[in-house]
């Protein structure tokens, strides 16, 4: 057995017992949107097809695939341990803010926002771009963009979604106002690669509270990873030459 599906499955069993009592820490509340805007469920059944609805805090399933809310943070502020691309789960002492290892496929799913949205990473030596987001449609989900990266093991990085206005990081200390702007799912189906292990990632794009600007519904820029510890086959070994368009194919399903 190939230790990547073996590191897989262990995840995705995990994941699945520890569904119904996950020790919950801080989730960033998530408002909302304006008329015309897809909610975060909405997004799933544009995703992965079905009727995605609530199974609990921070849970939404289609009885197919279920998505889980990564901690934001931990009690009193610290900063937590990071999140590994390919063994984390949720629940404590992980949180979203550091992230670390493995090879990562990153695909833009969404885009809710005036502002114009790129997509990348920094790993303590600046920003790196993997894409940026281009509209090829009408509507929000007429997105392309797509990349890929290999963290080496034991290397922390943060996420970062740039483009128009400020940049915002998954650290919400090296935000400009000190604010969370990304909220994180664990992805889970027995229908996925054993090999892969899926996130995706909301974002918001604009600063507030406080400046009164931002609505906070965090569907901005939305991310899909699919990461692993050996390159995928297939579709995702195009890179970012049309990754987006297949991977959006081969991953629709329905419930």
Known sequence: MKRGRLLGGIAALGLAIGMGSIARADLTTVNPPPAGE????????HIYGGTFVS?????????????????DRLPGG???SNLNLITG??????????????IS?????AKFAGLAQEFGFDTGSGYQKLFDVSMTGPTGFDVSGSGVHHFPMGQPFE??????????SSVEANNVDQLDHLVTYAV???RFDPDEHVWLLFWEDKPGPLNNVSDRDFNDLVVELRASII?????????????????????????
């Open 38 to 45: 897809a909610t975060h469920a909405q997004i799933l059944d």
């Open 89 to 102: 789960t949720p629940g404590l002492p992980t949180t979203d803010q550091w992230w670390e290892d493995g």
């Open 231 to 255: 390159p995928l086959p297939g579709a995702w070994l195009l890179g970012v030459v049309g990754l987006g368009a297949v991977g959006m194919v081969r991953r629709r399903m329905t419930a």
């Open 78 to 80: 610290g900063p937590g």
């Open 188 to 190: 889970s189906s027995q």
């Open 159 to 168: 996420w970062i979604r740039s483009g128009g206005g400020n940049p915002y």
């Open 55 to 71: 199974g609990g805090v921070g849970i939404y399933t289609n009885g197919v695939v279920t998505v889980t809310r990564v901690d």
């Open 105 to 109: 496929y990153t695909a833009a799913e």
